[in-house]
């Protein structure tokens, strides 16, 4: 494990930059975000991915804030600190997303940021409410199928509950998935560090281990050829989840001069990999759509 003196001093100046913590009831449920800037501002939500949290965000988030911006990263229900549900879908995750926005005080169309899974959570609150949004960003994620291609084998529907005894055996325990080479280990460890809860006999990871059997699932391909809003994607170099056939199939779907920026040297979890050049095009392509408003 990576102690503060490992980690390079930007990561430490962002990971120290107050947030305001807060919760919403959203049908039935207690949604967990943190919020930094001035909604003011243009404003983000950053949605996580399968089984993680607004942790991830924390060193993102900040730096974005930093170029004018109001950032709410969130934990949608079944995730990180909110509470989990007895069913999930992209529909009610959409309404989360809105829930979120507006108790953090955006008044206006707002952007959306979605990682990996959090993308199809994206594409669905852009195709709900699309008035409300003012463009979204995918970073990395397949958020739809290949045509001809039939889904993979899912797991029984809950993940085995492991009891660590301390926290530290569970960040040593920590994985990304999908798997990947760990690029920067001190930023993992920093996400491991929020991923685990205490319980009676030690820490279990937050997300709710049913989440996958709870989840309706269905094919986004009309949602995405229906948005009516600006579209941006940015992928990791190395990526094994959004390979070139992909990524060739959702630039047809999408408008063309939908802009595509990769990370060097990224895989799927691309701004664990590479953060600065990650916020460095993200910046730069929500400022594009900021100006072309």
Same mark, same amino acid.
């Given at each position: 494990? #990576?102690?503060?003196?490992?980690?390079?001093?930007?990561?430490? &100046?962002?990971?120290?930059?107050?947030s305001? !913590?807060?919760?919403?009831?959203? +049908?039935?449920?207690a949604?967990?975000?943190?919020l930094?800037?001035?909604p003011?501002?243009?404003?983000?939500?950053?949605? #996580?991915?399968?089984?993680?949290h607004s942790?991830?965000?924390?060193f993102?988030?900040?730096?974005?804030?930093?170029?004018?911006?109001?950032?709410?990263?969130m934990?949608?229900?079944?995730?990180?600190? /909110?509470?989990?549900?007895?069913?999930? /879908?992209?529909?009610?995750?959409?309404?989360?997303?809105?829930?979120?926005?507006?108790?953090?005080?955006?008044?206006?169309?707002?952007?959306?940021?979605?990682? /990996?899974?959090?993308?199809?959570?994206?594409v669905?609150?852009?195709?709900?409410?699309?008035?409300?949004?003012?463009?979204?960003?995918?970073?990395?994620? /397949?958020v739809? *199928?290949?045509?001809?291609?039939?889904?993979?084998?899912?797991?029984?529907?809950?993940?085995?509950?492991?009891? $660590?005894p301390?926290?530290?055996?569970?960040?040593?325990?920590?994985?990304?998935?999908?798997?990947?080479?760990?690029?920067?280990d001190y930023?993992? !460890? $920093?996400?491991?560090?929020?991923?685990? &809860?205490?319980?009676?006999?030690?820490v279990?990871?937050?997300?709710?281990?049913?989440?996958?059997?709870?989840? &309706?699932?269905?094919?986004?391909?009309?949602d995405?050829?229906g948005?009516?809003? *600006?579209?941006?994607?940015? $992928?990791?170099?190395?990526?094994?989840?959004?390979? !070139?056939?992909?990524?060739? $199939?959702?630039?047809?779907?999408?408008?063309?001069?939908?802009?595509? &920026?990769?990370?060097?040297?990224?895989?799927?979890?691309l701004?664990?990999?590479?953060?600065?050049?990650?916020? +460095?095009?993200?910046?730069?392509?929500?400022?594009?759509?900021? +100006?072309e408003?």
């Open positions: 494990m #990576h102690t503060p003196a490992n980690r390079p001093e930007w990561f430490e &100046k962002a990971i120290a930059t107050p305001e !913590d807060r919760f919403v009831e959203i +049908e039935g449920c949604i967990h975000y943190q930094w800037g001035n003011e501002n243009p404003c983000i939500v950053f949605i #996580h991915g399968f089984s993680a942790h991830w965000w924390d993102i988030a900040p730096l974005v804030a930093e170029q004018q911006y109001c950032v709410a990263a934990d949608f229900s079944g995730s990180g600190d /909110s509470g989990h549900r007895d069913a999930y /879908s992209r529909e009610l995750y959409a309404q989360e997303v809105l829930g979120v926005a507006e108790d953090a005080g955006f008044v206006k169309p707002f952007y959306i940021v979605g990682h /990996s899974f959090g993308g199809g959570i994206t669905k609150t852009a195709a709900l409410f699309g008035g409300q949004i003012a463009g979204i960003i995918l970073a990395d994620s /397949s739809v *199928k290949l045509p001809g291609h039939q889904p993979g084998r899912r797991t029984i529907g809950a993940l085995p509950v492991q009891v $660590y301390d926290q530290e055996t569970a960040i040593r325990r920590f994985r990304i998935i999908p798997p990947q080479p760990v690029v920067n930023i993992v !460890d $920093y996400i491991a560090a929020h991923s685990s &809860k205490p319980v009676e006999g030690g279990v990871w937050k997300a709710d281990p049913k989440l996958l059997g709870k989840f &309706k699932s269905e094919d986004l391909t009309d995405l050829i948005l009516k809003c *600006k579209v941006g994607v940015i $992928y990791g170099e190395k990526s094994n989840t959004f390979g !070139d056939e992909l990524r060739e $199939y959702i630039a047809y779907i999408l408008p063309a001069g939908t802009p595509f &920026k990769v990370i060097s040297g990224a895989f799927h979890h701004f664990l990999d590479n953060p600065l050049e990650f916020v +460095e095009e993200l910046t730069h392509m929500l400022n594009g759509f900021v +100006e408003a």
